[in-house]
């Protein structure tokens, strides 16, 4: 019993100090990878260049540049690993020693300052953690493998420096077979044993005690799929914070197999099919179809992230040019089922290719005018001011054709949400869609332009897109019911006849 009591006091920390799931719900995410997003001290006026390189980053640019991301309506950040990494490590997935952080980044003391900063402007931090693999060890790269000697040798790594604390040398070359998967080696990378005893123990420790001494929100999982599902229960339990994991595929079934591991997942399936909608122009009645798919397999899809660009992708306008086409895709980003994520550049219209080209400096443009950040912020503006329709209220899909996709938001369709991937060519497209679940003579009045007004009339909306650009529409106006019309006559017929027998006392 006492043992017990000592257990949990020692436990309990953890728990309190992250968040939940809960709560992450009603948060915009803004991924950063932190040595891209802003050095310390004046703004260079060029990009970085070399980009497979360290470019500067630092906390304490992040933190001087908290007002950008609040602007933007964003109201937590997810940042890259912290830890000292092997040489090139600029993006923090090659660990070295995961008990120090990343002197390019700054100190501990840095780390702390951002953080209670972020906290001050109420903005979470949700850091990358990848238990999966080390670094890159004893010269070896992605490209250049090594000999096996050099492979298997762990000597520079803390706290993992034996060859007991990995598995076998092999390569992942069957993505299909999960055991390989799980037990081999991405990319030549030392692959950790969780199913040894003191790795499992030091993992556990190590993201218990991350939680507590930085006061830690949330965390980001790295190669979730990499690692055998027992673990992830065990390191949600010891991290005491919201986790959203990395399970990548487009088959929302695979995909799901992990939510009962984590708290969270990024929403792989949904990010393909909207890449496959607006960048591949396919029918928009995909969206519906991948949708009523993944609500057969996911449990809740408010606690998963949605997200349309990332650092390992290219972005989305390196696929299409198509501004109208990207503001489509951002408001199902945004307003759709779903915790939201914004890869850092997007709101600058970044569009770099293949990593690394996707990993630019966001130095020199920090414009807060951009089309792209206002459009965001509006919308993120839009989410925040009516976040419990959001979060608690669900989505409906009302509508899809080859040119449009209806949905709405809110427990009573308070929200009417109407995108199109037909572009900024498309003219004027209009269609008079049947929506039956929708109360009739309700008024919707447009988000961006409050001149604009549909109203639905015997099961029937009237939509008209110009231009390409979605539109969000907000309930201004609701019908009386029949029984609120006949109580309030009620009601009159009641007083008018209370006040005529005030008159005849009087007499």
């Known amino acids: ?44 006026s060029t990009p970085c260049t070399a980009l497979r390189s360290y470019c500067g980053g630092k906390f304490k640019g992040i933190q001087q540049r908290l007002d950008y991301i609040k602007g933007l ?36 003391q840095d780390l702390k300052d ?24 004893d010269g070896c790269f992605w490209n250049n493998p090594c000999t096996p000697t050099k ?24 993505w299909n077979n999960q055991t390989e998967v799980e037990f081999c080696r991405l990319a030549h990378l030392p692959d950790l044993s969780q199913e040894n005893d003191i790795v499992k123990r030091l993992l ?98 408010s606690r998963h992230g949605l997200f349309l660009d990332n650092h390992d992708q290219r972005r989305f306008l390196n696929w299409t040019s198509d501004y109208t086409v990207l503001k489509n895709a951002l ?43 206002k459009f965001i912020a509006g919308l993120t503006k839009l989410r925040l001011s009516h976040l419990s329709h959001f979060v608690s209220g669900g989505q409906r899909e009302m509508a899809a054709n080859d040119d449009f996709f209806v949905f709405t938001r809110g427990k009573e369709n308070q929200f009417l949400v109407v995108l199109t991937n037909r572009g900024n060519t498309s003219g004027t497209l209009e269609w008079n869609v049947q929506v039956p679940v929708l109360k009739a003579e309700t008024v919707y009045k447009n988000f961006f332009d409050e001149t604009d007004t549909v109203t639905v009339d015997n099961g029937t909306l009237k939509l008209k897109l110009t231009g390409g650009l979605p539109k969000v529409f907000l309930a201004v106006q609701t019908p009386t019911s029949k029984a609120e019309r006949s109580s309030g006559v009620t009601w009159k017929l009641v007083f008018v006849c209370i006040l005529l027998l005030h008159l005849l006392s009087l007499e």
């Not at 951002?114 to 890159?136: F, S």
């Not at 790594?157 to 076998?168: A, G, M, N």
């Not at 939201?340 to 005018?369: A, C, K, V």
């Open 1 to 44: 019993m006492v043992f017990s009591l000592k257990l949990m006091l020692l436990l309990l920390p953890a728990v309190l100090c992250g968040k939940t799931v809960e709560e992450w719900k009603g948060r915009i995410i803004y991924q950063i990878l932190t040595d891209r997003f802003s050095p310390h001290g004046p703004t260079p």
């Open 73 to 108: 309506g964003a109201n937590a950040i997810w940042i890259s690993p912290i830890v000292l990494n092997t040489p090139g490590g600029f993006h923090g997935y090659w660990a070295k020693n995961i008990y120090e952080i990343n002197p390019e980044f700054g100190t501990k």
């Open 114 to 137: 951002l953080i209670k900063a972020c906290h001050d402007k109420d903005i979470w931090v949700m850091v990358d953690v990848v238990p999966n693999h080390m670094g890159y060890n």
């Open 151 to 174: 492979l298997n040798n762990f000597t520079g790594f803390v706290p993992f420096d034996k060859p007991e604390y990995y598995h076998q040398y092999c390569e992942i070359m069957d």
């Open 204 to 301: 556990l420790d190590w993201i218990g005690n991350l939680t507590i001494n930085y006061d830690i929100d949330g965390y980001r999982i790295d190669t979730l799929k990499l690692v055998p599902k027992w673990f992830w229960s065990e390191f949600q339990a010891r991290a005491g914070a919201y986790c959203i994991g990395e399970a990548t595929g487009s088959d929302p079934q695979y995909v799901a197999g992990y939510q009962d591991s984590v708290d969270g997942l990024l929403n792989f399936p949904m990010y393909n099919a909207l890449r496959d909608v607006f960048n591949e122009n396919k029918s928009i009645r995909n969206l519906t179809k991948k949708i009523q798919e993944q609500r057969r397999y996911f449990k809740e899809l």
């Open 331 to 373: 408001t199902y980003v945004i307003l759709g089922e779903g915790i939201p994520i914004i890869y850092y550049g997007t709101e600058q219209g970044f569009s770099g290719g293949h990593d690394p080209n996707d990993r630019e400096s966001l130095w020199p443009y920090y414009s807060t005018q951009s089309d792209i950040y």
